[in-house]
């Protein structure tokens, strides 16, 4: 619980690597959207989505 305070690190190879060989995922892999806490993760999408963003 010591290190539940602090963000996961940037690269979000490990984590998608685990989730294809605990859940078998392989085929939803392209489907994901990792980020590093929700205001991350809206900034993304609004940059994805928006006219010219």
């Known amino acids: ?10 690269d979000v190879q490990p984590v998608i690597s685990h989730l294809n060989e605990s859940l078998s995922w392989k085929q939803n892999l392209p489907l994901l959207l990792m980020g590093n806490g929700a205001s991350e993760l809206i900034d993304l999408v609004i940059h994805c989505v928006q006219p010219g963003g």
């Not at 619980?1 to 940037?10: D, K």
């Open 1 to 10: 619980m010591s290190t539940v305070h602090h963000y996961p690190p940037a």
